[in-house]
Structures are given as structure tokens and as C-alpha cells.
């Protein structure tokens, strides 16, 4: 594939300064560009390397207010990222796999569309329906009553549990679990435990993303419901009952326990904790690493464990730092008290 | 399935509060609850609904005063919760999978018990033994000398390292991993480091049930133990020769280090870590994402990164929610002070 | 496999206090030992049992003073630890597995070495390569175009993802994903957002270990690299162009966010998260449970959320588990100021 500048910033709506006639046919991160790549800049953290970037071409932000020359052509748009995204799969687009590996075991009552794959040790139980042009990669179990929509792309190793639901352009990433048992059990006699029967399913809704080796977990009854275009990270634990909002971003390894609703375009970091039966508004953020114990209103910043509002939290940790000179100013007190006493 | 509200409450122990012949074929949560449904009520939280709710029953706890006036026939019982799991248990009763795929590979030594499943692509390695009325799903890998004992369910994707033991009775969700290696390793020199070899193996005594995901490494030498009637939820690590006792429950994304033994009855919260070699006592409670580096006592209750008394913790925690006004106190104080002197 | 004890202390080069003809035949744990096995002192936490020892012999360090009488030999080394771990090695060397199962898919372009193992219901793609005696187990995919190196283990339930590199001597434990999807999404109108292609790979140089179910990420555009010896416990996630240097260690559910670069001969704990983007030096600790969100330089010793210097960190933690004590001083302060200004 090969374009000239021209050609991307049309594509891009964007504008070139310098040449515009360069033939551009890879990409490459700013620090590793060679002749006939383009770059991108937008994190702040990366524009020493523009200075000395070899990439024929950059994709920057409107404002990028050069310090230095720069040898490369700049292409200036309202987002470099999404720019620059754009590009990527642009560049990146490969011919889907087609047709079904003899190596499978699908289920006669299986409803399969068109153009579909499904690759080795995939196996399909009875009353399993997948959508056109889904696809499906190795040692993949999808169990009964499984609805898959179309332009789904599912990754070796994911496991689709009972009944559970996945809607159109979604992606689970290898070794996802969706469905998998909640964790429900009433305590009885002596200590011992009864499970809960795990009765519901899980409702992935359209464009939603699961990363790797995550777990939504089945709703004890009724649906765990992931809504629509929702990214949830690696090693990400959604527990039973949960409905997440449409939009919002959960960084790895954060664990949601059961019942919780959040809403929609929140942020959340990486290794939170939040538990059960609270309600977590729109347009909310939690600091990585956080631990909820309280419902969240829209638009708040939550931060700590347990959390409260991130600024108040950051000035608290402020002085928590500095406890040595906070506990000699008192000591210093008390000495001067001592002696007016005196 | 179809009941009496009259057979319910005997079934259960109940008292009835209304009419007793309503005929009930479904349950539902209590805010979704519809004519011919039974709910049950036991989170505080969720007494709201029971005024406007649909069901035709709801199990209540012996000592629920309603506040309104309620159009269900009420259940009273001793416990809400588990009176509605056994019900649950009772609606969701399936016909167990029975039959062996042929697109499986079983070792001509391996001994397989009567009325067992298993499922395609599952592979079973030499020496294994499989009791009564297991069940082994897709995608699971079973190495050599494995035992599993009767009656108990292995999901998808399940990995179960060699000379590992399964109890009765237990149930492992998608994607465990039974027998990994513990992380174990000796610097030797320029900063290298020689693995120990694993030479251990995992036990998991009856009752246990393991998350989704989660991974128990096998023993250095010896066994890694989960006594009976233990839950560990999804996403855990529990590492070389832990010990976890009985009917202990270990929520979400927690991690266990090598050699710490865990007593029974105990609560541990989600994300919490354990350091290693650390000998935890019965009953205790640890909350959610804390951080334990020392020995715990029976019956303890420990908070805190690192962890302490969890009421002593919450004390200064609430201090340091606080910070900000105690500051401004020793500075006023600072002021006084100097007034003072001069 | 039988040695004697003066046959065992050649090996390690070690001083024999005690008789030397006795015949071992097995390991055991201190706390476990009988007749005819050799055990190992090296944790002080375990010194207790060494008095009452019933193995044969017990591998100490050369410095080890008794303080009571020991009935078992003792071969005093250097490095009682890694002298075990030899031992270990010895005494669990089993013969590899050899040859490939019929119930693969191998893609007739793959490269497959010499003395290579491959087990049951194992996808190959085209253009892999697999290079001589490595070791394949049961239901693993193998993505297009992947290089694996020899003399590697990959335990059941990996997937390797297209283009991925995995160096000679890896070990990747069950369930682990390498090269899955980066987290990376470029915000478009209406809170939605674009999916950025993450078109790079993983390598895994050398002699690494990448634990049960952790996630490798591939990168953006590059590679995500895990240097040479860098061990990788349980269920870690590495983010998108990340770089961990050699023989660096990190412990269980420890996350690193995407393009963040470590050195090497760093031991990071258990549930660590790291934030993007930053540089953490060589030799650097991390106490279980930091949560980094500043560069780290050489030899640094970092603890707490967010991190900073460990030592100045339990300073101030000391202070905040005893400020009830505090907050008391503070009271008493005002009320004699208060007395002194009446």
C-alpha cells in the first residue's frame, strides 16, 4: 500500500506543511521512523523526538507549535491520535479468514451466516446461532442456546457459556470466559456454604471489547448486560448481575462485584475494586487502583481506598507524605507549650 | 415446574402471610418480578421494591416489619436467602450431559467412572482416574495421574496439571489452571536465576469450588491444599503450598503467596494480597484490597496496606480523610503558640 | 535415583558435618523429612525444624550456627537455597515427551524441529516455526508466522498470537496469551470510541517464564519485549509496547500499562500497578502493592499509592497507624493553649 502525503491529509482532512508529494507506504512509531513512514505525535511526553524524527511525514494537532526545525512534512488535523488510528487500519486491513475447519464439532441444530469462520477444536452445542462474516478462532467452546451477531471476532481460547449473548462488532480477546458462574452462596449450617444456582446469562450489546483471559460472570437471575461499546481490559472480573455503561473504559485487572450498575463514559483505571449493589453515575472517574464502598453522582473524581473525591484525596496523600514534618511540628509545639508553661 | 405457594412454604419451613393456593412456575428478582413469580427479599437495600412488587410471593425474613402495605403473598422464613437458593436450586435443575465425545483423546489407561461426561477436545492423559457422574466440558486438558473424584463439574478450558487430585463434588469454572508452576526461583550469578523445579502437586479436597481463571500452583514438594468446602471466586492466585481451610471464602482477583496457610471459616474481601509464609487463623476477615504481611490471630478483622486491626484502621483512616482541617489546627495552633511568646 | 551424601556434597561443593555414607533416595520439606531424604534450611522462619529433622541430611548455609543439637548431617554451601534447587532439578528430571499427536492441525507451510512434542487438539498456522526439542502440550493455538526458539516449554491452554518471537529455553505456563490486542482507543463523536489496530508482536527473548493466565499485550506498531531471564509470575498483565528488562522478576497480578519500559534486575511484588509511559531504572524494588506513577531511577525502593521512596513511605505509614495518638496530642495542645491565653 502507498499513498503521497496529498492523499492522506485529504483523507484526513487535514493540513500539510511541507512537501506534500513524498510516497508514504508504512507507519512508524516517532522515534523509529525511517523515509517513506509516517508518524504521529500527540502525548506531550514524545515531542523531543520530532526534532530529530526521520519519518517523512508526522500527523500533529492543529495547535503543535514547533520549538525547533523540523525536517519532517507535518500533517496538522483537530486529533492526531484518531488520525493516526485512522491510518493504522487503514494500513493494517487484512482479508478476513473464510470457512469452517473440518476440525470442529457444531452441533446440526446450529444456525451458522455467511462468510463465517470457525477454526480447530471449535466446539458448537445444540441451538447456536452466529451472525454473517463473525469469526471464530481456535479451541473456542460456545455452549447452548448461544447467540453471536455479526462481524463478531472471537479469539482462540475464549469460552461462551449458556444462553449468553453477543451482539454485532464486538471483540473478545484469547482466553476471555463470558457467562461463567457467579459467585453466590448462602451460608447453612456449620459454616458450610449452598450455591447459589447461576441461573441468568450475560448480554454483551454491539461494539463492545473484552480483553484477554477477563470474566463476565452470569447473572444469578436476569442478565449481566455489558452495553454497547464498552472496553473492558485484560484480566477484568465483572461480577453477576453488573450492567456497565455504553462507552465506558475499564483499564486491566479491575474487579466490579456483583449487583453494581455503572453508567455510562466513565473512566476507570487499572486494579480498582468496586463493590456490590452500588450505583456509579455517567461520565465518572476513578483513580487507578481505587476502592469503592459508596455510590458515585455523575461526573465525579473518585480516588483511594476506601474512595472519596480525588482532589480531597490528593491533598490528604499530601500531607500523608510529609507526616515525618506534620509530627516534628507538633513535637516543636509541644516543647514551646511546655516551656510558656513554665 | 409448578408449585403452590402452600407447597413452598412447607417445602421451606415457612410461615404464609396471605393467599397460599397461587400457583407459582418462575422466579425473579424482586424488581422484576411478574403474576406466577416468586422473589425473595434479604438485602436491606432492596425493601423498596417490595411494595410495588409484581410477584406473586416473596420469601422475607422471619423478622421483616413492612412499612406499606405489601400485594404479595409473603414467605417468612428463617433465612430469606437460602430459602430462595434452594428454591433456585430446585428450578434450575437440569438433566445432567451424559456420553463421552469421540473427538476427544482418552489414554487406554485412564480409569473413567459410570455415568461420566466429557466433552470434544478434551484430552486425558495416562494414569488419570475420573469417578461416578463427573463432568468434564470442552477445550480441558487432563494430565497424567490426575484423579478426579465423583459427582464433580470441570467447565471449559480447564487445565489440570499432572498428579493433581480433585475431591467430590467440586466445580471448576472456565479456564482454572489446577497445578501450575509456583514461582520459584534462586539467583545464582550476574543476577540469573535457576528455576526450582515444581515437584509438588495440587489437592482439592470435596466441595471446593475454584473461579474463573484463577490459577493454584502445584507445591515445590508436597501439596498445595484447598480444604473442603472452600470458594475461591475468579481471577485468584493461590501460590506453591498455600494451605486454605474449610469452608474458607476467597473473593475475587485476591493472590495467595507460597507457603502462607489460611485457616477455616474465614472471609477474605476481593484484590487482597497475602504475603508469603504468613499463617492466617480461623475466622478471620480480611477487607477487600488490603495487604497482609504478618501473622493473623482467630478471629481478627484486618484492613490496610500493610494490613492492621481493621477498627483501628478505619479510625485513621477517617482522620486522614480529615487531613486537611488537622493541618490548619496546627497551624492555628502555631500561630496561638507564637502569639503567646511574644 | 539414590546418592550418597558424600556423593551429594561434591556435587554442590559443600562441607559435610556428620556422617557421609548415608543413602538418599528423595527431598523432602524440613518440617517433613524422614530416612534416606535431604531437606533444606535457608528462610530463618524455618530454622526451628532442622532440631527436631528427621531427614538424613539438611543443606545449610556455611554461616548456619546450631543453637541446639541437630541429628541430621549437614552439607554446608554457599547458598543453601540454589543448592537445593540443583538437587530438585536432579531428582525430577524426567524424560521429555516426544513425538506429535494426530489430533493437531499443522498448517503444511509450519518448520517444526527436531525432537519436538506436540499435543492433542494443537492448531499450528502457517509459516510457523518450532524449533528442536521444544515442547508443545494440549489444546494450544499457534498463530500465523510465530517463531518459537528451542528447547521452550508451552503448557496447555497458550495461545501465541500471530507474528509473535518466543526466545529458547521460555517457559509459558498454562493458559498464558501472548500478543493479544493492546488497549488502545482513539475517542470519536459522541463518547464513542475507534479501535486502534495494534499491529506489532511480543518477544520474549531467552530462558523467560511467563506465568499461568497472565497477557502479554503486542504493541502498537514494534514490540512489547520481555528481555532475556525476566521471570513473569501469574496472571500479570503486560500493556501494548511495554519493555521488561533482564532478569527482572515480578510477582503475581502485577500490571504495567502500555509503553512503560523497566531495566533490569528490578524484583517488583504482587499486585504492583504501573502506570504508561514511564521509565522505571535498573535494580529497582517495588513493594507488593505500589501503585507507580513517576519514573524510577536505578536502585530506588519504591512503596505505597502513588509511590514513593519505601523507607520515607513506612515513616509516614507508622505515623498514620497511630494517629488517634496523634489527633489526642492536637487536642490537648489546644486546650492548654487555650488555658495559657485565659
Known amino acids: ?63 503543535f507549535k514547533p520549538e525547533q526545525e523540523i525536517a519532517a512534512t507535518l500533517i496538522r488535523v483537530d486529533d492526531a491520535y484518531s488520525s493516526f488510528a485512522k491510518m493504522l487500519t487503514l494500513f493494517s486491513e487484512q482479508k478476513p479468514p473464510k470457512g469452517i475447519s473440518r476440525k470442529t464439532k457444531i452441533h446440526r441444530s446450529a444456525k451458522i451466516g455467511k462468510n463465517v469462520f470457525i477454526g480447530d477444536f471449535v466446539s458448537i452445542a445444540e441451538g447456536v446461532t452466529i451472525g454473517d462474516n463473525t469469526i471464530i478462532h481456535q479451541n473456542v467452546t460456545i455452549y447452548k442456546n448461544v447467540t453471536i451477531k455479526s462481524e463478531s471476532l472471537i479469539y482462540a481460547g475464549v469460552q461462551i457459556m449458556e444462553n449468553c449473548e453477543i451482539g454485532n462488532n464486538c471483540i473478545l480477546l484469547a482466553g476471555a470466559i463470558i457467562g461463567s458462574d457467579g459467585f453466590g452462596f448462602a451460608p447453612v449450617k456449620d459454616g458450610e456454604y449452598l450455591k447459589i444456582p447461576q441461573t441468568g446469562n450475560v448480554i454483551l450489546e454491539d461494539n463492545v471489547e473484552i480483553g484477554a483471559n477477563s470474566t463476565i460472570d452470569r447473572a444469578t437471575m436476569g442478565s449481566t448486560i455489558i452495553r454497547s461499546g464498552a472496553k473492558i481490559d485484560n484480566l477484568i472480573q465483572i461480577g453477576h448481575n453488573c450492567e456497565i455503561g455504553s462507552n465506558t473504559v475499564i483499564a486491566g485487572q479491575t474487579g466490579v462485584s456483583g449487583s453494581t450498575r455503572i453508567g455510562k463514559n466513565c473512566m476507570i483505571g487499572g486494579q480498582v475494586g468496586i463493590a456490590g449493589h452500588l450505583h456509579i453515575g455517567d461520565n465518572v472517574m476513578i483513580a487507578a487502583k481505587s476502592g469503592i464502598m459508596v455510590d458515585i453522582q455523575d461526573n465525579e473524581f473518585h480516588m483511594g481506598v476506601p474512595s472519596f473525591d480525588a482532589r480531597k484525596y490528593k491533598k490528604s496523600y499530601l500531607y500523608f507524605k510529609n507526616f515525618d514534618k506534620i509530627a516534628k511540628r507538633i513535637s516543636e509545639l509541644e516543647k514551646q507549650v511546655k516551656d510558656l508553661k513554665q
Chains 1, 2, 3 share one sequence.
Do not use: R
Not at 525511517?34 to 514524545?46: D, I, R, V
Open 1 to 63: 500500500m502507498e499513498f503521497t502525503i496529498k492523499q492522506i491529509a485529504d483523507f484526513l482532512q487535514g493540513d500539510i506543511e511541507g512537501g506534500d508529494s513524498i510516497k508514504i507506504n508504512n507507519l512508524a512509531k516517532i522515534e523509529q521512523g525511517e523515509t517513506g513512514t509516517l508518524s504521529f505525535l500527540a502525548n506531550p511526553k514524545y515531542t523531543q523526538y520530532i526534532y530529530t524524527c526521520k519519518s517523512s511525514a508526522v500527523i500533529v494537532n492543529k495547535d
